[in-house]
C-alpha cells in the first residue's frame, strides 16, 4: 500500500504563495493517478488538482485555475501543488491522495484510496 505525506503548508498573507509536496514511498504505474483535496471545517473535501504519474489527465478545479499549478518529479516520488496569489477562502487541511480514477473521475474522492495525513494552509486577510 501506498503511503503519502504531505509538507509544505503554513500560514501566510492573501496574496502569497505556497508550494505542497506530497512524496509516495512508491510510485504506481502510469495509469494512477495522485490527487490533492482540501477540506475546511464544516465543509466537504473538495477537488483542488490531479495528475497522473505518466503526465497526463492532469485536471485543476476551476476554483484555483490560474492560480494553482499541480507538478510531478518521478524521480523523487513527488507531486507538488504550487499555489499563488492565495486568498483567505483558500485555507483548510490539504490532502494528497492516490488511486486509480478514469481521467473524467479524477475529481472525486472515492476514487482514491490511500491518503495522506494532511498539511494545513491558512491564508490571513
Known amino acids: 500500500q501506498v503511503q503519502l505525506v504531505e509538507s509544505g503548508g503554513g500560514l501566510v498573507q492573501a496574496g502569497g504563495s505556497l508550494r505542497l509536496s506530497c512524496v509516495a514511498s512508491?510510485?504506481?504505474?502510469?495509469?494512477?493517478?495522485v490527487g490533492w483535496f482540501r477540506q475546511s471545517p464544516g465543509k466537504e473535501r473538495e477537488f483542488v488538482a490531479a495528475t497522473r504519474w505518466s503526465g497526463g489527465g492532469t485536471s485543476i478545479a476551476d476554483s484555483v485555475k490560474g492560480r494553482f499549478t499541480i507538478s510531478r518529479d518521478n524521480a523523487k516520488n513527488t507531486v507538488y501543488l504550487q499555489m499563488n496569489d492565495l486568498k483567505p477562502e483558500d485555507t483548510g487541511t490539504y490532502y494528497c491522495?492516490?488511486?486509480?480514477?478514469?481521467?473524467?473521475?479524477?475529481?472525486?474522492?472515492?476514487?482514491?484510496?490511500?491518503w495522506g495525513q494532511g498539511t494545513q494552509v491558512t491564508v490571513s486577510s
Open positions: 491522495a492516490s488511486g486509480r480514477p478514469i481521467i473524467t473521475a479524477n475529481h472525486l474522492p472515492s476514487m482514491y484510496n490511500n
Open positions: 512508491q510510485r504506481a504505474g502510469g495509469t494512477y493517478s
